[in-house]
């Protein structure tokens, strides 16, 4: 028990581990295996398992949204319409 505690040598030889790796010619998974179009194809893969995992929402989900994010925009154009008016108001009343 004389290592110690997340030391990053091997048991059977004592050396690092990304030295052992280096040694043997690994290149890192996956993705060293491939070329371009594997890894491309393989990205595209992901996506889809990815878009598989996706909770779509419902017709009646989206136009509820839609409609609160149509209100929301609404009530903010409001808003920035009274307060632009306001400081042109004021920029006219103090510059004349």
């Known amino acids: ?3 110690a505690l997340g030391s990053t040598a091997t048991p059977e030889s004592g050396r690092p581990e990304d030295e052992v790796a280096r040694q043997k010619g690994r290149r ?4 060293g295996k491939k070329g371009p179009l594997g890894r491309l194809a ?3 893969r992901q996506i889809v398992a990815e878009l598989r995992k996706v909770v ?3 017709r009646g989900q989206l136009s509820t949204y ?3 994010v149509i ?3 609404v009530v903010v154009i409001g808003l920035v ?3 632009d008016y306001g400081f042109s108001q004021a ?3 103090v510059f004349g």
């Open 28 to 31: 890192g998974g996956k993705r």
């Open 81 to 83: 319409t009274v307060i």
């Open 71 to 73: 209100a929301f925009v």
């Open 42 to 44: 393989l990205f595209y």
């Open 66 to 68: 839609t409609t609160v």
């Open 56 to 58: 779509w929402p419902t």
């Open 91 to 93: 920029v006219k009343y």
């Open 1 to 3: 028990m004389t290592e």
